[in-house]
């Protein structure tokens, strides 16, 4: 029997990860998407197997296209933060539209790490920037994030 928590790949026991909606598995490498309410994770399957990464020096770094981004999840403000550009935004919500032009866009190459999103490999990421605003947008959701106060040395220390 799986316990609560556990990766379906090498059974480590990685915690309560509700916050997130993707991971790698920081034992195996595996992708793993989060199901919250079961506390359990499910692999992302591959053609040949599952998927296996590099671990990167980051909480959570993503490539797509010729774009690089961090995430990071900070359990004591409960809050998600994305470093693009030596600038550190606030998840603020979701969106279920938007209006603005694509900036960016690419298909997803590297992931590890924590995601507020689900984007695994080959699946496409884009973004929409206005002033102090960046929009996520993958396949499943729309996320809004909002220019933060906080230092990018005080929130991601261990890429800087």
Same mark, same amino acid.
């Given at each position: 029997?799986?316990? &609560? ?5 090498? /059974?480590? #026991?990685?915690?309560? %990860? ?11 490498? @595996? ?7 079961? $506390? %359990?994770?499910?692999?992302?399957? +591959? ?7 590099? $671990? ?10 010729? /774009?690089?981004?961090?995430? +990071?999840?900070? %359990?004591?403000? =409960?809050?998600?933060?994305?470093? +693009?550009?030596? +600038?550190?935004? #606030?998840?603020?919500?979701?969106? =279920? @539209?938007?209006? $603005?032009?694509?900036? #960016? ?23 929409? !920037?206005? #002033?102090?605003? !960046? !929009? =996520? !947008?993958? @396949?499943? &959701? ?19």
């Amino acid at each position: 029997m799986r316990l &609560a928590w556990q990766c379906p790949t090498c /059974y480590a #026991e990685l915690g309560d %990860k509700s916050y997130a909606k993707m991971l790698t598995c920081p034992y195996c490498g @595996s992708l793993l998407i989060v199901n919250a309410k079961d $506390k %359990k994770f499910y692999r992302v399957p +591959k053609e040949n197997g599952w998927y296996y990464f590099r $671990k990167a020096n980051s909480p959570g770094y993503i490539r797509f296209g010729n /774009y690089e981004e961090h995430y +990071k999840y900070d %359990k004591n403000d =409960k809050k998600w933060y994305l470093l +693009k550009n030596g +600038k550190v935004f #606030e998840l603020s919500g979701k969106l =279920k @539209s938007f209006g $603005k032009s694509i900036v #960016e866009e690419g298909e997803v190459s590297y992931v590890w790490g924590e995601f507020p999103f689900v984007a695994p490999p080959k699946s496409t990421l884009k973004t929409a !920037i206005e #002033e102090d605003k !960046i !929009i =996520k !947008i993958s @396949s499943r &959701a729309i996320l809004l994030f909002l220019e933060s106060n906080k230092e990018a040395s005080d929130i991601f220390p261990e890429i800087l």
